[in-house]
């Protein structure tokens, strides 16, 4: 099976800070991008067009993309307006940025998103914002589910992403009554594979990742992506510096501010008993996070 995004150019938005392993084992890796610095500048607009195409991806199943495929001003219209719908209710640009994360820096293809799952909130407790799978080097494979949260505070944006991921593991609403949860996602997806365009080999090989099959010769684990969007803060004074000091500041400030919380998230994957699974977390920091998260969403979806 392919990936989504196989000749997307996303990654070349970012400066790749580091990637430094959570354990021992090295199961659990934190990776820090940075947008790319133009005059002394975030350079938003070159993110904006770098999710014009992934967001159509993103939004809209295989299924459809095969159908409007020889009318592509259609295709993203469909998918234009169905983001924007989503991130005015219930949604937001982490969602989307972590998808690509997922399919360009870890290389693990999209199952479904939330977008293409019809369910009652009633019933969704607590679920991911899209699934992935990866092939291990070992020949087995993990199903990845997503969780993003963007906030003023990297603190806060941890907190609350292990909060989820701890109710969604064991189906546990805001009121802490017990329902739906891991197993339940599963068989939405499960329910939902004849709306993508797979073949019946495909379909019958994403089956066996989510159920167990006699002739199943390869384990599955659950592991778990994180997207973490916060602020930093850059004076004026600091951007008349020159753009070589300028980007040297910025880039030690970023690698600072999260290099502080990486015990933080060593206690949370203790604290919600969580050490069984494998997490892949991407920390993007943002200037004025909330008007540039608004900005991003209407330059894509125009």
Not at 21 to 30: F, R
Not at 258 to 281: A, D
Request: with cysteine; aromatic share 12%; net charge neutral.
């Amino acid at each position: 099976m392919e990936l989504s995004l196989k000749q997307s150019d996303f990654l070349g938005t970012f400066d790749f800070i580091w990637s430094k392993s959570l354990d021992q084992y090295d199961k659990n890796k934190l990776n820090l991008f940075m947008l790319k610095i133009n005059s002394n500048e975030f350079d938003y607009d070159l993110l904006e067009e770098m999710l014009i195409d992934p967001v159509i991806d993103y939004s809209i199943s295989r299924q459809v993309k095969e159908k409007y495929k020889n009318r592509p001003g259609t295709l993203s219209k469909k998918a234009r307006d169905k983001f924007v719908e989503y991130t005015r209710n219930n949604g937001e640009l982490g969602e989307l940025l972590l998808f690509c994360f997922l399919e360009t820096h870890l290389g693990a293809p999209k199952i479904l998103t939330k977008l293409e799952l019809k369910t009652s909130t009633s019933h969704y407790v607590n679920g991911a914002d899209g699934v992935h799978f990866l092939k291990l080097p070992d020949g087995n494979y993990q199903l990845i589910f997503g969780e993003s949260k963007t906030y003023k505070e990297i603190g806060k944006a941890i907190n609350d992403a292990f909060k989820s991921i701890y109710g969604f593991k064991n189906g546990i609403n805001n009121k802490g009554n017990r329902k739906s949860g891991i197993q339940y996602e599963k068989s939405l997806i499960s329910d939902n594979l004849f709306k993508e365009s797979f073949s019946k080999e495909e379909r019958a090989f994403l089956e066996s990742l989510i159920y167990p099959t006699p002739n199943r010769n390869f384990d599955v684990d659950d592991a778990f992506g994180i997207f973490l969007g916060f602020q930093i803060e850059i004076s004026d004074d600091e951007k008349c510096l020159p753009t070589a000091d300028f980007r040297r500041l910025i880039r030690a400030r970023v690698d600072g501010e999260v290099s502080k919380y990486f015990k933080t998230i060593q206690k949370k994957i203790i604290e919600n008993k969580l050490q069984g699974h494998n997490f892949y977390i991407y920390v993007l920091p943002f200037t004025d996070i909330e008007s540039k998260r608004k900005k991003i969403v209407e330059a894509i979806t125009k």
